[in-house]
């Protein structure tokens, strides 16, 4: 079975939130304002008709929200302070004031989503929009910042900002002539406006941006580069029509070299992406595969980064749960000794996907390609597993041994006599006592199928107990006949 990010990666999408802040704030190098307390004449300052006295006044109040050490956002906006800087952003005339105003507002948006939504009500979205079209870059830029940080709040925040219009003149930015900081700041706003799948962002919106995304994956910045490829990683995790409209854009043949990118943030980036692609149909899969991907992964599947091992297993996990010829592309590739070495000797959440990745093998691949997993020795570490405390592994090794010895035929007592042989006859007896009740049963079941010979003592004890009006009944009657035909 294909199987989407569920907590297979949480320390991995940890650790992408540290990298990818939803909200950042503009902390200048430069000496800062230490005075935490905000001064009883700022509102009369802020407000005053001298043009010296005003800016003063907001600069100041920028530079308290730009201190490294919890900025008073709190005591300013109960200050009264939002609907002056709103204000200020109106002031064409005062191109410094405007900057400032916007400055203090973007840091103050940066906090908590109450804090956010405060900027956000105090009406402040329109003009950060109308700003995009101000003559002075700064201005421009410290307003693209703003709405960086609004859209990050969330999906609500994402879509208001969309419906007034924001993402055309975002995108007008992206010319070989803008300063690198501002393609930055530009790139992580469309980082955000991919960001959230509950709900995805309109579908026109992602038209908009994807043609920007296929310009900016060429870029040589490794920021812009990071920024674009999660942007991708975003778009293709919500969903088979999301990813298709990520495929029909052209950007998969480009994305997929990535994956040996010197920068480990790239190749991350870049993992997830096409990850989360195969998760999606055969055909889609199948462009990923077309690109010669596979190539990349003994790279990957032997990174010194387990992160990155675990995703890379997680990836190959759903392409054996492809077709037969998706199967074949990792045999050919000589993958299967190195993810059953991870499956051996990872650590557990790669051990965990690699289970994966040889259960969903034995499901989807023809009687030569699982005795292929057979010749190159995966029977042990696939008991081994057996014993963990994670009843899901658990499951899916059971169900993989159990496909392995049904269509190993006239080859069951062999397979039987490995299994036996490196402990796990021993510890399937031992699940017949499990807590879960598809485990224990399934344990019964492959004992009862493949174990029960003569000479086998068959300890009564370790048999399911009826269940009132009838029994278990595990028996080889219950293989759905379709199941194992090839």
């Known amino acids: 079975m294909r199987r989407q990010r569920t907590e297979v990666v949480v320390e991995l999408r940890k650790n992408k939130r540290d990298e990818h802040l939803l909200k950042r704030r503009n902390v200048p190098h430069e000496d800062i304002c230490e005075d935490s307390d905000v001064d009883g004449d700022f509102r009369s300052n802020a407000t005053s008709d001298n043009q010296g006295v005003q800016l003063s006044a907001v600069q100041a109040a920028r530079k308290l929200l730009s201190s490294d050490r919890n900025p008073p956002i709190d005591d300013l906006i109960k200050s009264g302070i939002l609907p002056?800087?709103?204000?200020?952003?109106?002031?064409?005339d005062n191109p410094s004031l405007q900057f400032e105003a916007a400055w203090a507002?973007?840091?103050?948006?940066?906090?908590?989503?109450?804090?956010?939504?405060?900027?956000?009500?105090?009406?402040?979205?329109?003009?950060?929009?109308?700003?995009?079209?101000?003559?002075?870059q700064n201005v421009c830029e410290q307003a693209v910042w703003a709405l960086?940080?609004?859209?990050?709040?969330?999906?609500?925040?994402?879509?208001?900002?969309?419906?007034?219009?924001?993402?055309?003149?975002?995108?007008?930015?992206?010319?070989?002539?803008?300063?690198?900081?501002?393609?930055?700041?530009?790139?992580?706003?469309?980082?955000?406006?991919?960001?959230?799948?509950?709900?995805?962002p309109p579908m026109e919106t992602i038209q908009e941006i994807l043609p920007a995304l296929c310009v900016l994956i060429h870029h040589t910045d490794v920021s812009i580069l990071v920024d674009t490829v999660w942007a991708l990683s975003y778009l293709t995790d919500a969903?088979?029509?999301?990813?298709?409209?990520?495929?029909?854009?052209?950007?998969?043949?480009?994305?997929?070299?990535?994956?040996?990118?010197q920068e480990v943030k790239v190749q991350t980036a870049a993992l997830r992406a096409v990850g989360n692609i195969v998760t999606g149909t055969d055909e889609q899969t199948q462009v990923v595969l077309n690109c010669d991907a596979l190539s990349h992964f003994p790279a990957l599947l032997t990174h010194p980064k387990e992160k990155i091992n675990k995703e890379a297993v997680w990836f190959l996990s759903n392409i054996t749960a492809g077709n037969q010829q998706q199967v074949q592309a990792v045999i050919d590739a000589k993958l299967v000794p190195m993810i059953i070495h991870?499956?051996?000797?990872?650590d557990f959440g790669t051990q965990?996907?690699?289970?994966?990745?040889?259960?969903?093998?034995?499901?989807?691949?023809?009687?030569?390609?699982?005795?292929?997993?057979?010749?190159?020795?995966?029977?042990?570490?696939?008991?081994?597993?057996?014993?963990?405390?994670?009843?899901?592994?658990?499951?899916?090794?059971?169900?993989?041994?159990?496909?392995?010895?049904?269509?190993a035929d006239d080859e069951a007592e062999t397979i039987?006599?490995?299994?036996?042989?490196?402990?796990?006859?021993?510890?399937?007896?031992?699940?017949?006592?499990?807590?879960?009740?598809?485990?224990?049963?399934?344990a019964y079941e492959i004992i009862d199928q493949f174990f029960s010979s003569d000479d086998i003592d068959e300890d009564t004890s370790l048999v399911p107990e009826a269940i009132q009006?009838?029994?278990?009944?595990?028996?080889?009657?219950?293989?759905?006949?379709?199941?194992?035909?090839?």
Request: aromatic fraction near 6%; glycine fraction near 8%.
């Open 105 to 136: 507002l973007t840091n103050i948006a940066s906090g908590t989503s109450e804090q956010t939504q405060a900027v956000v009500q105090s009406n402040a979205v329109p003009l950060f929009l109308r700003l995009l079209h101000s003559p002075h």
């Open 416 to 442: 039987a006599n490995l299994i036996e042989e490196c402990g796990g006859l021993e510890k399937v007896e031992q699940l017949q006592n499990h807590e879960n009740e598809d485990i224990y049963k399934l």
């Open 239 to 261: 969903g088979n029509e999301q990813i298709q409209m990520v495929i029909d854009s052209g950007i998969v043949p480009h994305l997929v070299p990535l994956l040996s990118h």
């Open 84 to 92: 002056i800087l709103v204000h200020c952003l109106d002031r064409d």
């Open 352 to 407: 965990k996907e690699a289970a994966w990745a040889i259960s969903n093998l034995t499901i989807s691949g023809r009687k030569d390609q699982v005795a292929h997993l057979i010749e190159k020795q995966v029977i042990p570490p696939f008991c081994n597993l057996l014993t963990v405390k994670d009843a899901q592994v658990v499951q899916v090794v059971l169900d993989g041994l159990s496909n392995i010895l049904k269509m």
């Open 469 to 486: 009006g009838g029994t278990y009944g595990f028996n080889s009657a219950n293989v759905p006949a379709e199941g194992f035909q090839f």
């Open 148 to 200: 960086g940080n609004i859209i990050g709040d969330g999906p609500q925040c994402r879509d208001y900002v969309i419906s007034l219009g924001v993402v055309k003149p975002l995108l007008s930015f992206i010319s070989p002539s803008i300063p690198i900081t501002f393609l930055r700041n530009v790139t992580w706003v469309m980082v955000n406006l991919c960001r959230h799948k509950d709900p995805p």
């Open 342 to 346: 991870l499956l051996d000797k990872g």
